[in-house]
């Protein structure tokens, strides 16, 4: 079955650290997001991507870093000068007709211990 | 960035009654969409809109894409305790392929 697959579903970091949460889809989509949720802020945009190596920089960017080096992943690297990163991450992708919106994946909870 | 006006942003409500939720804009969009997320999940897409005045049905729920282009509207009827979760609009303006977000309508269902 076609899908988007995030992993891990729960990740703990140290202050200090790195964390790398991982996104993989196989619809042969071209674009791929990145978004933050945050309890009663809705859903906000931290990167995208359109096409296989390019990708742009979304509301919330700071402290985050992507790669896109494959159409089948989207990488999202929460680096230690993001100051609150406790939160729950989706990623998203759509084809570049974009006809029926986003397809999200379960999401990944980071929590700073 | 933008953001969609979406009202309620809560509502409780009895098992078996209604429940109706809108999102407006200031901008004229072309494509309106209608998510639910279950509590720990990704949101799945409920119904999408492409024409405007445009009424789409699914199940017990009707969605509406507004004559200005600038709001849409949900409704659930008869609802189950399934239906609990947060419900998010969507909005697509011509030429981006990116989507705009309302904040969230979050539904309780009491049994």
């Known amino acids: 079955d076609g899908g988007i697959t995030q992993s891990p579903k729960y990740l703990f970091r140290k202050e200090g650290q790195n964390v790398t949460l991982s996104c993989e889809q196989n619809?042969?989509?071209?674009?791929m997001y990145w978004y933050r949720q945050d309890p009663g802020q809705g859903l906000r945009l931290i990167y995208y991507s359109q096409i296989v190596n390019d990708f742009q920089k979304g509301d919330i960017a700071e402290g985050y870093s992507v790669s896109r080096e494959k159409k089948e992943s989207f990488p999202l690297t929460v680096t230690s000068a993001q100051k609150n990163p406790t939160a729950f991450y989706l990623c998203a992708s759509t084809n570049r007709g974009f006809n029926y919106g986003y397809t999200f994946g379960s999401g990944t909870r980071l929590t700073v211990v | 960035g933008q953001q969609l006006n979406q009202s309620p942003q809560s509502m409780f409500i009895q098992e078996g009654e209604d429940v109706s939720m809108n999102c407006t804009s200031s901008?004229?969009?072309?494509?309106w969409l209608w998510y639910k997320q279950d509590p720990g999940e990704g949101p799945v897409l409920l119904i999408a809109?492409?024409?405007?005045?445009e009424l789409t049905s699914n199940g017990r729920l009707t969605a509406q894409f507004g004559i200005t282009r600038k709001d849409s509207f949900l409704n659930i009827s008869a609802s189950i305790p399934s239906d609990v979760g947060i419900y998010f609009c969507a909005g697509q303006q011509g030429g981006s392929e990116k989507l705009v977000f309302g904040k969230g309508m979050k539904l309780t269902v009491n049994p």
């Open positions: 901008s004229i969009f072309n494509t």
């Open positions: 619809l042969n989509h071209d674009a």
């Open positions: 809109l492409y024409k405007a005045g």
